[in-house]
């Protein structure tokens, strides 16, 4: 047994697995941080190559999430102001 174990540590020694080994460096992305600089032409074009690129949402799509997102506002804003009005006629009724 004691041999074994033996054994197993020189081969882990050669192998180099027997002490921990340095976290591996990667290069960084290509076009990283560079030290030249965008003239305002160059951002632009850039800017309009993205937009491009945008899936931009129908018509249809638009008026259907603001008529979402208005029903959802007054259906919030009925519930806070029911909230309130109700604790308010609580703490009156406690009070006074």
């Known amino acids: 047994m004691n041999q074994q ?6 081969m882990a020694s ?9 976290p591996e460096r990667r290069p960084g992305a ?6 030249e600089r965008t003239s305002p ?5 850039e800017v309009r190559g993205e937009m491009r690129r945008v899936a931009w ?5 638009v008026i259907n999430s ?6 959802a506002v007054v259906f919030m804003t ?14 009156l009724f406690l009070y006074d």
């Open 66 to 71: 603001t008529i979402i997102v208005l029903i």
């Open 78 to 91: 009925t519930l806070i102001f029911g909230a309130d009005y109700l604790w308010a006629k609580a703490v």
């Open 5 to 10: 174990n033996r054994q197993m540590r020189r």
């Open 30 to 35: 290509p076009g990283g941080q560079t030290s």
């Open 57 to 61: 949402p129908t018509r249809s799509e």
């Open 14 to 22: 050669k192998q180099g697995s027997d002490k921990p080994r340095a």
């Open 41 to 45: 032409a160059q951002f632009l074009s």
